[in-house]
């Protein structure tokens, strides 16, 4: 398993994603996050070479909806292809981004994340990579949401 930034040859991979209706409240498919903004960096979870999982670290003015703590990044469209999940990937792939924001983004101190009250599964997998819940919550177009913080600096994963 590995974590890359998104480069054009993934293209074909991602566009065969797929996931179930009860999950697409709660993030994006891969596909519609590629042709982002300033300040958002696309990443590929990869098993063997091949993409099975997507999400977007961004360093733009969006992380400020979230901390107001300066070298923050945000963790949004998280998600694992849906014939891929149920094997471990999303749990490893999020156990890797301490080593990898470290690697790549060097100057960031901490990724903050959003998770809807209603999506448990992911509050657990956030969690149970390391994560932290900040006690701060915000209204999302879908209900509130659970601010969540993983600090890189000396952190460890479980």
Do not use: W
Not at 40 to 53: C, R
Not at 110 to 134: C, M, P, S, W
């Amino acid at each position: 398993m590995e974590l890359q930034k998104y480069q054009p040859h993934h293209i074909e991979r991602l566009q065969e994603f797929s996931l179930p209706p009860e999950q697409l409240p709660f993030t994006s498919l891969p596909i519609n996050r590629l042709e982002g903004s300033a300040g958002e960096h696309p990443i590929v979870i990869l098993n063997q070479g091949i993409p099975v999982g997507f999400f977007l670290l961004h360093s733009s003015e969006r992380v400020r909806e979230y901390t107001d703590l300066p070298k923050r990044m945000l963790l949004t469209s998280f998600s694992i292809n849906f014939s891929d999940q149920g094997k471990g990937y999303a749990k490893e792939g999020l156990q890797l981004l301490i080593d990898f924001v470290q690697q790549e983004f060097p100057e960031c101190l901490e990724i903050v994340l959003a998770v809807n009250h209603r999506n448990l599964a992911a509050q657990n997998l956030y969690k149970k990579a390391g994560f932290l819940d900040t006690g701060n919550r915000k209204n999302g177009r879908i209900g509130e949401q659970y601010i969540l913080k993983l600090p890189i600096e000396n952190a460890k994963c479980v």
